[in-house]
């Protein structure tokens, strides 16, 4: 069975989503209905929605994510960041299969299309894995901001665009 090339969610994937997202031991929000609302306003409405993302499927089945969200702009190191990065997940069964690095990839290049300068995320501490998380982010030219690490995370940005002069 071939893996699907990243595509836009949509509303449909909403149960999907929520069953990866359930996989990661910190995440709490399980209202497939709220997911729902979001892509279908994500399809209407592309960036003015609250969030929205990407995903890879096989036979049907949602098997990685990358979701984003765009109400929340943050200043980081005299810049903002309008785009926040808020999950990247592989089903349990299929990562170390390059699906996160396709989703990443694939969305770097969406936002950068659609003109957004950047884009952060928030490693969190908590997560058994963080370490490789970062590299991993690291390895895709992320920027750890030393001056925003806390006891519970690690702010990362990516550049899409470079910085307008003040």
């Known amino acids: ?49 609250r969030r929205g993302g990407w995903v890879i499927e096989s036979g049907g089945v949602v098997v990685a994510l990358l979701t ?26 299929r990562r170390s ?15 950068a299309r659609q003109n957004f300068p950047g884009v952060y995320l928030k490693v969190f501490k908590e997560d058994d894995c963080w370490e490789r998380a970062v590299s991993f982010w690291e390895r895709h030219e992320w920027t750890a901001h030393s001056e925003l690490t806390t006891d519970t995370h690690i702010v990362m940005t990516k550049e899409l665009a470079p910085a307008l002069p003040a």
Not at 97 to 111: N, Y
Request: charged share 25%; net charge positive.
């Open 97 to 111: 299969s390059g699906h996160g690095s396709r989703l990443v990839q694939h969305a770097v290049r969406e936002l």
């Open 1 to 49: 069975m071939t893996d699907s090339p990243p595509r836009k969610a949509t509303s449909s994937d909403a149960r999907g989503i929520v069953r990866l997202l359930a996989q990661v031991p910190t995440w709490q929000e399980s209202n497939v209905s709220r997911w729902s609302e979001d892509l279908r306003q994500y399809q209407e409405y592309g960036p003015r929605a």
């Open 68 to 93: 984003v969200g765009w109400k929340s702009p943050r200043e980081i190191a005299g810049r903002s960041w309008p785009v926040y990065l808020e999950y990247l997940v592989t089903d349990k069964n």
